[in-house]
């Protein structure tokens, strides 16, 4: 399911999903260090790369399992970052 934009969407399953939701000086700053890392991580594939919105599937290095990794800058103090 696609985020509003305004805010990721919540986790189904709390145990196979983490949301995080963080006050920044600079999230302009943090949300282009984060998409830096994510997408510098071993077998990550970006599926989407927008102003505000980054999102990747990042694979385990053993059993190659999924897990999508969202990270949402709502604004220009707070950003979400959502693993599923």
Not at 5 to 17: D, E, F, G, Q, Y
Request: include cysteine; glycine fraction near 2%; aromatic fraction near 10%.
């Amino acid at each position: 399911m696609e985020p509003t934009r305004s805010a990721l969407t919540a986790c189904i399953s709390p145990l196979n999903c983490v949301f995080v939701q963080k006050e920044l000086e600079d999230a302009d700053k943090s949300f282009l260090q984060l998409k830096q890392f994510a997408e510098n991580m071993p077998r990550t594939t970006v599926l989407e790369d927008r102003n505000n919105y980054w999102k990747g599937v990042c694979r385990s290095f053993i059993f190659r399992f999924p897990d999508d990794l969202e990270i949402l800058k709502v604004n220009k103090r707070i950003i979400q970052i959502k693993s599923a």
